[in-house]
């Protein structure tokens, strides 16, 4: 009898098991989920070992179609769907032996954004301050833009599945491993880097959906989520793959700049980049990241700047950052607002072929001459002014106003006197100094823009 009941059990689990049938990969994929238009790899399982599969997608007329392919020996299958831009519609995947299907309804099509890094990334809708927002407001705006957002993990300030705040109507919580249309009672944990940025790309082209993955850490190096032995890529980002994305965020270096690590990230971080693009599957994915407000202590004269090695990137095409040394002085600065808009005119610019000015003055040349350092910029609409938590505009504007600023043996700054000339900054060499710093760190005052009020990325020099 007991062998009896034993294959009853074993033949209702074996028809259970089937009766399942084909599916999507859960649960990345599922009812309200965005998939990038032009190309998106959808995947998942049970289908008949080696069999046919087709995906069929309905978004509205004249954006319709259906894509083949062929599962392995697991019944695992994968095709890449190639759509246009669609608020809603269905797609629908189907095992051609058993018949047997799986839909997904409200299926937005359009650009999809991957964020990641440490905990500035992680760091939450609940905390996010500027000067003209609170938290409560940033949070009531996300809705107009209809985000679709996906929290595979995130920790930081503000952040995570563990936080919440007040909000108009209620109060505001995040979960995890769902796709939701973020509001403001939705998006509290949520990366506001990631989703303000994703907000005011959705408001720069309001006929393109738009989406974003979180997946980050607080308190993590960089060579945890390089490709393909880092421990975090392997935890948080491994689990994503094969998904599609337009471009992906960064936002990490405090973990590294601390340990004084500058010359060795200046060749883990682009390889960090390299391996994504490889294991994502788009070879020129954009990829942009945010520079550090402050180097905490790497810089001379123990080792190079940060910011340098950071920009070791730049050398990878289809890359770019946003500077913020005068946005705020925190460990986690709350205005994130600031810091995704400059981030969005990179975007622009670089993924989107638009005629933006994306960042602030840069050098072109730096060299000393008749007993200056002349630091040649790319614009001449230099101004010196206070940085929008840093400073005051009553102490800038001046020589000595601390815009450059000399840096000695010992690591001491002091200011440095400097004049402007057109779209050259000129310095008096000074002999005990062994670098040169324009808007580093340490400065109250910036140089600015004028034209676009956008600050000059920190750059050093060293005159011997």
């Given amino acids: 009898m007991a062998n ?100 997904l309804a409200n299926v937005a099509v359009g650009d999809v954004l991957l964020c990641g890094g440490q905990s500035n990334m992680g760091f939450g809708m609940c905390g ?9 407001e940033a949070l009531g705006n996300v809705s107009k833009s209809k ?47 990631c989703l303000l940025t994703a907000q005011y790309l959705a408001e720069s082209m309001p ?4 989406g974003a993955v979180e997946s980050c850490v607080g308190g993590t190096p960089v060579g945890d989520w390089t ?53 994502f599957e788009v070879a020129d994915m954009p990829f942009f990241y945010v520079e550090l407000c402050t180097e905490y202590g790497a810089e001379e004269p123990k080792e190079d700047d940060f910011w340098l090695a950071q920009r070791s990137a730049l050398k990878l095409p289809f890359t770019g950052f946003a500077t913020t040394t005068d946005i705020q002085r925190a460990l986690h600065p709350p205005d994130k607002q600031d810091v995704a808009q400059r981030l969005l005119l990179e975007i622009q610019r670089v993924v989107y072929g638009q005629n933006v000015v994306s960042r602030g003055p840069e050098v072109t040349s730096q060299a000393s001459s008749g007993g200056n350092i002349v630091f040649t910029m790319t614009n001449s609409s230099l101004v010196s002014h206070a940085g929008i938590f840093v400073g005051t505009n009553s102490s800038c504007g001046k020589s000595t106003d601390g815009a450059v600023m000399y840096v000695d043996k010992t690591g001491k700054f002091s200011a440095a006197p400097y004049t402007i000339q057109g779209n050259q900054i000129s310095v008096p060499a000074n002999a005990s100094s062994v670098a040169v710093k324009v808007n580093s760190d340490m400065s109250q005052c910036f140089i ?3 034209d676009t009020g956008l600050p000059a990325p920190p750059v050093e020099f060293r005159p011997n």
């Fill in 4 to 103: 009896a009941d034993y294959l009853a059990c074993a033949l209702l689990l074996a028809l259970s098991w089937n009766a399942e049938g084909i599916s999507f990969s859960t649960p990345l994929f599922s009812d309200g989920m965005i998939l990038q238009r032009g190309g998106a790899m959808v995947w998942g399982k049970e289908a008949t070992a080696n069999g046919d599969v087709t995906l069929q997608f309905d978004f509205g007329q004249g954006n319709s179609g259906s894509v083949s392919g062929t599962a392995d020996g697991n019944g695992t299958w994968m095709v890449n769907m190639k759509a246009q831009a669609s608020t809603s519609g269905t797609i629908t995947i189907t095992d051609e032996k058993t018949k047997d299907h799986e839909m």
């Fill in 128 to 136: 996010a301050q500027s000067k003209t927002q609170t938290p409560a």
């Fill in 147 to 193: 985000i679709r957002f996906y929290f595979q993990s995130g920790s930081g300030p503000n952040g995570g599945t563990g936080v919440k705040c007040n909000v108009a109507g209620g109060v505001s919580r995040t979960t995890a491993f769902n796709w939701f249309t973020a509001n403001a009672t939705n998006s509290g944990g949520a990366s506001a880097n």
């Fill in 207 to 210: 006929d393109v959906p738009i």
């Fill in 227 to 279: 490709p393909p032995s880092g421990i975090l890529w392997q935890q948080h980002m491994v689990p994503l793959l094969p998904m599609t994305f337009k471009l992906a965020l960064w936002d990490q270096g405090e973990a590294d700049a601390k340990r004084t690590n500058s010359t060795w990230y200046s060749t883990e971080f682009p390889k960090l980049i390299t391996g994504w693009r490889s294991n």
């Fill in 448 to 450: 600015y823009s004028s």
